[in-house]
């Protein structure tokens, strides 16, 4: 019995009978471990570029393990700043949440509070880096940038894509150094073109719009009267067709466009089948005399 009393002693002074003990044990210090930083030679996009980064408005917790009472839930200040227990206020705003959970076990370590903490972050709600989606999307509203190279093809995927009404160009509206940049982008040229790389990064804060398509209207003697999208380089033998054609009435002589010029005034034009319409254009189908 002695020796099984010994045993147990030993087993116990190990901490093989601790829970989590030996896991403790084998964790990493928050504070000496490495954060990542970028090699020049790294692909863009690679490593710690593609870990978020804290912004203000950003809700987070904080735990310091085995020590419930530094555990904080805070909201990112617009300063970019937090004030956490016994350390006082610190500056996190713009930092990867690894180097954020690096800083505060050194102020932890370095201040006497905590020997080698070992810190973790949890980011619970993100505001402080959106981006606002505008316009004729299938789901406009705000979205989070979860990493530094979300770029403009994201963004349209995190909204459902561009509705039925949408126009095939967005534009992209930024702040940088308190200068506003003003980019409008073809949608379809950035997929189908061959090389086409307008796919820009997306920033915080950037607003992002699609307006509404260009339309058209044709009534008179067509099967189906009404406003209908104006296609890339339609024609108005397209628009014809878009109306489903001409009734037994209707005749290609009598067809007119009524166009607004940049003067403000509507003139009628005699047109080709073939020539390109305009947006807003009105498409008119006389009724054949004989």
Same mark, same amino acid.
């Given at each position: ?100 959970? &690096?800083?505060? +076990? ?5 201040? /006497?509070? *905590?020997?080698? #903490?070992? =810190?973790?972050? @949890? ?86 719009? &699609?307006?509404? +398509? ?5 009534? /008179?003697? *067509?099967?189906? #009267?009404? =406003?209908?999208? @104006? ?60």
């Amino acid at each position: 019995m002695s020796r099984l009393y010994f045993s147990v002693a030993v087993a116990l002074a190990a901490g093989a009978f601790v829970p989590g003990y030996a896991q403790a044990q084998d964790r990493p210090s928050a504070r000496t471990a490495p954060v990542a930083e970028p090699s020049a030679g790294a692909p863009a996009g690679h490593s710690v570029a593609q870990e978020y980064l804290l912004g203000p408005g950003d809700s987070i917790r904080i735990q310091v393990f085995q020590n419930p009472d530094l555990t904080l839930e805070t909201r990112v200040s617009e300063s970019g700043t937090i004030t956490y227990p016994l350390i006082g206020t610190v500056a996190i705003g713009g930092m990867a949440i690894s180097r954020a959970e &690096a800083k505060i +076990a050194q102020m932890l370590d370095e201040g /006497g509070f *905590v020997i080698k #903490p070992q =810190v973790t972050m @949890l980011v619970l709600q993100i505001r402080g880096n959106e981006v606002s989606v505008l316009g004729q999307f299938n789901r406009p509203g705000r979205f989070p940038l979860e990493t530094t190279q979300t770029r403009l093809s994201d963004v349209l995927a995190e909204a459902g894509g561009i509705a039925q009404t949408g126009a095939e160009t967005v534009v992209l509206m930024s702040v940088h150094d308190g200068k506003q940049t003003r980019r409008e982008i073809d949608v379809t040229a950035m997929f189908m073109t061959a090389g086409g790389t307008d796919d820009p990064l997306i920033h915080p804060g950037d607003v992002v719009y &699609a307006h509404r +398509a260009p339309q058209v209207y044709i009534y /008179g003697e *067509v099967q189906r #009267p009404g =406003v209908f999208r @104006l296609e890339r380089s339609m024609t108005v033998m397209q628009a014809l067709a878009e109306g489903g054609g001409l009734t037994p009435r209707g005749t290609q002589r009598h067809v007119r466009v009524h166009r607004r010029g940049s003067d403000g005034q509507v003139r009628e034009i005699e047109p080709k089948l073939d020539d390109l319409l305009q947006a807003d254009d009105v498409v008119y189908v006389r009724e054949s005399i004989f």
